[in-house]
């Protein structure tokens, strides 16, 4: 399979990075175009082919994935419509449904996933909308192949896909903004930067691992923690005070409006 990426962005360099990593695919199954040579550099150093031309990727690969922002659409979409015809095209991108990307690229088999940059570093979490009747089952086999060669892939049908952002696509950056916090607030009280970055992160870390190997919830380990009387229980009284549960409900709405309005 020959992969081609448009756009040279973050998530482009995620996924390309974890087929690698994985030994998916080779260097020289891989194609990938950016407007600016600049972003193109880091992608030549690995010995993947690179270009300015998408219509280039869109003519040599088999599979393409758009890793261009959803304003860019409009004007990517027209560009490549004739050299993607017969071949599987994904977006990676929120609001632009199947229908939708199916009239803009009639011929082409489309597909659509959300991943997560946590794919970088091969713990990424993506859902898959299901396959739509013209998607050949291998293509949509080597698409799954692509992402869980950089962590867990799910299925879901199309309509999940705004939930599936509002709590895996964007979520790395709540738990950033978590983290930047208590870093903060760590340093407040004392602690270098470093060290507080060192304990909040393997903390954030240990905690994942055991909401997903101890077979509790996350209300049940979060009681574990909690002494009678002790600074667990002092500590979230503030998370209580400031409706933290309201507000994390609030940011996941949010999202999904963001998303349906992209589509718009
Ligand atoms: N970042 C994330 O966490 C996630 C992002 N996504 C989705 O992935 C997609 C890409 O996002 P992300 O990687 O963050 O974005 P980036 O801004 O990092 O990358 C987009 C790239 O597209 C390039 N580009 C813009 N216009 C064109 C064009 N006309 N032709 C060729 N290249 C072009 C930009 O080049 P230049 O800078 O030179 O203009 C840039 O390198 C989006 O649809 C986003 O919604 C999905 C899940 C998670
Ligand atoms: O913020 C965004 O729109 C993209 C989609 C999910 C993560 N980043």
Known sequence: MKLGFIGAGNMSGAILDGVLKGGLLQAEQLWVSNRHQ??????????????????RVAREADLVILGIKPQMFGEVLPQIADEVKGKGVLSISP????????????????????????????????AL????????????????????????VFVVPEDLIDAVIAIAGSSPAYFFRMADAMVQAGQALGLEPEQALRMA???????????????????????????????????????????FEGMVNEAMERCV????????
């Open 38 to 55: 600049d972003k193109l550099e880091r992608f030549a150093r690995l010995g993947v082919h690179t270009t300015t031309d998408n219509c």
């Open 95 to 126: 609001g632009y449904s199947l229908a939708w990307l199916r009239e803009q690229l009639p011929g082409c088999h489309v597909m659509r996933a959300m991943p997560n940059t946590p794919l970088l570093v091969g713990k990424g979490c993506t």
């Open 129 to 152: 909308a299901q396959k739509s009747g013209d998607v050949p089952e291998d293509l949509f086999e080597e698409v799954k192949a692509v992402f869980s060669s950089a962590g867990e």
């Open 201 to 243: 992160a393997l903390t954030m870390e240990g905690s994942a691992r055991m909401l997903l190997e101890s077979g509790k919830t996350a209300g049940e380990l979060a009681r574990q923690v909690c002494s009678p009387g002790g600074t667990t229980l002092a500590a979230l009284t503030a998370f209580d005070d400031h409706h």
């Open 257 to 264: 409006r963001r998303s349906q309005e992209l589509g718009k």
